[in-house]
């Protein structure tokens, strides 16, 4: 594969070991019969195979057998001159100016020898931009209505020809994990929740803010690879693991990809949605009351040495990690750690004017308790994780679950984004909800087909926009994308058994790539994978052209492919940068997270 005219790939691929010591043909020294040498011939020296031939005076041929190689010209060396090759994934060959001495010199440790050169994979990767890297952090946000016995995973993908040491540390773990990963394997990491921040079973709340000294997983190895978390991994439990008994489900899932740590930023939107609240009957005299599920939350991790100041500017009232209240339009400096992470939930509704009931189960409709564009800065970069304790999309459609995205910097954010839909669920009509929030003021935003007027948006609005069909949306500054997964029964005259809410970034057309290794959880009924490409693009999966009838829309093309879930590592390819979104779905839940993407700076 052309990997420069492919535009950058997850991993750099590296070549089989070249063999410069080749073993000897065939003994004895009579010479081929296609070789003859004429008398003016004195001198040249051939080669047949490993054998040299020498033409002598008067016309003879002398042949020999080689012990090591046999260049043209030259015959009999030790090696080809100033030939250089990988003996190994760890050792470079060089054959000196005369093909007399070979010389082994070893790759420095964090090195492999790759296209004929020591190359430090990791430096490689973070100046590709690449979504495959060296270091990461996980974090486990609040999953409130999560019941215990579920894990919290974090799947690595080594989609390379050199074997990873991976290891983990950090957050519950009293001793780091250090493993193996085999090229082209994956590896599943079970790791415990971080109990201040996950809140499992802790469902009357829906989430509080805290700050966890040791809130952050660290995830290092020595040749980049990829990684996602799962909160948690498995939707059901065997009745061995299940304290119910059998049928132990978890009602609640959703994944992210991570992003190692040189593709993240020291300013941030937040993307989430409002509490999922229900009208209760007043209480001993109180005028209102409501429970709250899930709230709107998000968490932000600590990432280099020393302290770093983060100051969280609000869009909606939050609560703080001392039990106090930050209000919308407020803003406030924390200092963090590194591994600290700070996580912030919004505030519950406190009165009919902040929550009024709608549908037909009195759901709550909070708009201004969604931390949607809240802005983060920060005096050095650090990771934002966004999402929900448990929301329903839309608001009065049941069931809830657990949202959760890394999210992309500020300045990885462009203006063109081409949304596919999410499949729909038991061939169900249901649309897709895409939030678009803006970055910037003064920003137009348009959507071809015009499923709306256009609309102008400053930095820190948004819009939820319904759509049954690619939509194509463009706008004059960077955007913040996310589409939202719709519950499982969207159609209330027609409820489903599987999915349920869950919330995926979209990539901007800018960062779209044309090469992709991405993994599929063996953990999830079905999964599908959603291709957005130019239209005319070629697009093959683990080698084979994709045979679909895409969805048309303006010049893009949408696939919807239903992926083999026994093998755990797919690769993606096209002859045009192409985006990949990956979703899947089980009873009562589902997950969706980005297959990847080129992180470059695109906003200065």
Do not use: K
Not at 36 to 65: L, N, Q, S, W, Y
Not at 138 to 165: K, M, Y
Not at 248 to 264: V, W
Not at 326 to 343: I, P
Request: some cysteine; proline content about 8%.
């Amino acid at each position: 594969m052309d990997h420069g005219a492919r535009g950058g790939t997850p991993m750099r691929n590296a070549p089989t070991a070249i063999a410069l010591l080749l073993a000897a043909c065939t003994s004895g020294s009579r010479p081929p019969a296609e070789i003859a040498c004429a008398p003016e011939d004195e001198g040249v020296i051939t080669c047949v195979d490993a054998r040299e031939v020498r033409c002598e005076a008067g016309g003879t041929a002398h042949a020999r057998d080689c012990e090591h190689v046999c260049v043209e010209g030259r015959g009999c060396l030790r090696c080809e001159p100033e030939l250089v090759a990988c003996e190994d994934e760890r050792t470079l060959a060089i054959c000196d100016a005369e093909g007399t001495s070979l010389e082994q010199r070893a790759c420095a440790p964090n090195e492999r020898c790759v296209a004929r050169q020591c190359a430090d994979l990791c430096a490689e990767a973070a100046a590709r931009h690449d979504y495959a890297g060296c270091e990461y952090v996980a974090v486990p946000i609040a999953t409130p209505q999560l019941r215990a016995g579920f894990s919290f995973a974090v799947v690595i993908a080594n989609a390379s020809d050199h074997e990873a040491n991976v290891s983990i540390e950090g957050g519950a773990l009293d001793a780091a994990i250090a493993r193996v990963v085999p090229a082209r394997t994956t590896e599943t990491f079970v790791l415990p929740w971080i109990d201040e921040l996950s809140q499992i079973e802790q469902r009357e709340q829906g989430g509080r803010s805290v700050i966890a000294p040791r809130g952050a997983y660290w995830i290092r190895s020595d040749v980049p690879v990829l990684a996602t978390q799962w909160s948690p991994l498995d939707f059901r439990l065997d009745n061995t693991r299940c304290e119910d008994g059998p049928g132990c489900f978890s009602f609640t899932n959703d994944a992210s990809l991570l992003l190692p740590l040189h593709a993240l930023g020291a300013r941030y939107h937040v993307a989430s949605y409002a509490p999922l609240a229900f009208e209760q009957p007043a209480i001993a005299g109180e005028p209102y009351a409501a429970v709250v599920p899930g709230r709107g939350l998000f968490a932000i991790a600590a990432t280099e040495p020393g302290e770093t100041t983060v100051t969280v500017h609000a869009s909606a009232p939050l609560d703080t990690p001392e039990g106090g209240r930050l209000e919308a339009g407020t803003s406030r400096a924390f200092t963090l750690a590194q591994g600290a992470v700070l996580q912030l939930v919004s505030s519950s509704p406190r009165d009919a004017a902040e929550c009024a009931p709608q549908g037909r189960r009195r759901q709550c409709d909070a708009p201004s308790l969604d931390p949607t564009g809240t802005r983060i800065e920060s005096s050095a970069p650090v990771a934002v994780f966004s999402g929900h304790g448990c929301a329903h999309v839309p608001f009065d459609r049941p069931a809830c679950d657990h949202l959760e995205e890394q999210l992309l910097p500020d300045v990885a954010l462009g203006a063109r984004y081409v949304l596919g839909t999410i499949r729909p669920l038991h061939e169900q009509p249901a649309p897709s909800f895409a939030r678009v929030l803006s970055i910037a003021d003064a920003n137009e935003v348009r959507f071809d087909p015009p499923i709306r007027a256009p609309i102008t948006l400053d930095a820190g609005e948004h819009v939820l926009v319904e759509h049954d069909a690619p939509l194509v949306i463009d706008a004059d500054a960077p955007l913040l994308v996310t589409q939202l997964v719709v519950g499982m029964s969207f159609d209330l005259e027609a409820p489903g058994a599987e999915g349920d809410p869950a919330m995926v970034l979209a990539a901007p057309i800018a960062q779209w790539r044309r090469e992709y290794v991405f993994l599929v959880p063996g953990t999830y009924t079905s999964a599908y994978a959603s291709v957005v490409a130019p239209a005319g693009t070629t697009v093959w999966l683990d080698g084979e052209p994709l045979e679909d009838t895409p969805m048309r829309v303006s010049d893009f093309e949408l696939h919807d492919i239903a992926l083999d879930r026994a093998a755990a590592v797919h690769q993606l390819e096209a002859d045009h940068p192409v985006a990949l979104t990956l979703h899947g779905y089980a009873p009562w839940t589902s997950y969706a997270h980005l297959g990847g993407l080129t992180v470059a700076p695109l906003v200065e």
